[in-house]
């Protein structure tokens, strides 16, 4: 039976590179693959790309491809990664000179464009799924709505010859797809295939996460050699079966443990993962350590896809503006909650507008709460935290002002103020008709 | 005993929802857990953080629960105002969780 190794070489936009290297100097992979899109970078890339045609693209990509492609280029390994985020064919075109300044000649590099469905958004309307309203009622607030694109488009591009395929929004699990179905020629209706691929994307697609990283809990759930974490590589047969594991002598671990709890992650109902190409069912998974770092994943299904794409809305919400100072030794939680009381007033004595305010002491209450924080000791340092939403910059601006102000005019000892002052980009979605995106592969030649 | 000695959990986000899994180390436990860890515990566990519903699927196969936990995120990771808007510590918060044990299933 036919076996491909894919390697996953970033799990965000600003993942170390270090590991992807190593995969791609020691990993005997054939694909690596790279997913760097998060839920908003598009609507903010697409914000750079308005004020510099040609920006937009992920702005690691020059970084990341000098370090791998001569490796790729040398060993034929391909890359697929979403690193075009608002410009794909920037981003190509990018990629292509800078093979051609690496002494790389005729590599082909291709773009995934139309996740773009802006304008089919503004012409149908869309519900907003999220909130009650459409995507009219975002008015001049809309920057960006792209659909999350499926693998067949990046398969064709594969299918064309190309080296490196460079793609904007796609489903995270679809570029780890694309690699199995241009390999192994799987039918775009196999849907138990697609859902098994599926499952070997989901798990691959936030690399260190599946091989130790975001686990370890010192006593509980110890990890080797976490400082050189290594990358993972599904081993993916023509009929689907995974094997998942990471480069030999690389720091961390894949075991039972570490692809449980990234199969679950960012799963809802385990038996309908909706993906562009298929309805996955993650129910049915077995997981089955065969050797040391290597996990037999097994059980994926799926069902057929629906008539929709997911489309991620990029838009301006709103302004937050934050401040922060730390107090501590003997009371320092008194002076802490006086100091947060003192702020709450002067807010309101000054009249900042705002829509909603949040007070934390971090080392207390900030990450969950005061209910849920009652009962802890009281700690020797305690961090003040106030931030509010608000219509504009300028009443933002106030928020961390009062902060900062408690220096002269607050409780004894605070130090350490920090102040910000930023507009929210947020993202919401709506669905798509499928075939209002029109998904097309350009190539271009380094 | 807390949860913690008998389940590894990671915390998820998609836009104002959050979800856990609950993991069992070891299969013997998954009867405990589904007993004990209901969606109506990991509700009030989460009070003041999660304004929604909570609702619990299970994963037999792999001795494991997951909680999918809808308004919880502060109106959403893109927007919200806290300082852990992935709502990704939560994870380690329902590991506090107190689980009553018989002696000899320990």
Known sequence: MRTIRIGSGAGYSGDRIEPAVELAEKGEIDYLVFECLGERTVALAQQARMKDPESGYDPLLEERMRAVLPLCAAKGIKIVTNMGAANPEAAAKKTAEIARSLGLSRLKIAAVVGDDVLDACKANDLPIMEFEGTIKQLGNKLLSANAYLGAEPMAEALRGGADVVITGRASDPALFLAPMIHAFGWAMDDWNLLGQGTVAGHLLECAGQITGGYFADPGYKDIPDLARLGFPIGEVGEDGALVVTKVPGSGGAVTAQTCKEQLLYEVHDPRQYFQPDVVADFSQVCVEEIAPDRVRVSGGRGAKRTGTLKVSVGYVDSFIGEGQMSYAGPGALARGRLALDVVRERLKLTGVSSSELRFDLIGVDALHGSQVSAQADEPYEVRLRVTGRTENLHEAVRIGNEVETLYTNGPAGGGGAWKAARDVVAVASVLLPRELAKPRVHFVEA | ?106
């Open chain 2, 1 to 106: 005993m807390k949860l913690r000695e008998i389940a590894h959990s990671r915390t998820g986000d998609k836009g104002n929802t959050s979800n856990i899994s609950v993991i069992a180390y070891d299969a013997k436990h998954f009867p405990l857990l589904k007993e004990q860890v209901t969606a109506a515990r990991v509700k009030a566990h989460f009070a003041g953080v999660v304004e929604g519903d909570v609702v619990r699927y299970e994963l037999p196969n792999i001795a494991a629960l997951n909680f999918v936990m809808s308004n919880a995120l502060g109106g959403g990771v893109t927007r919200s105002l806290a300082l852990d808007a992935h709502g990704k510590s939560l994870s380690s918060a329902l590991l506090d969780l107190e689980i009553t044990v018989a002696s000899d299933s320990k």
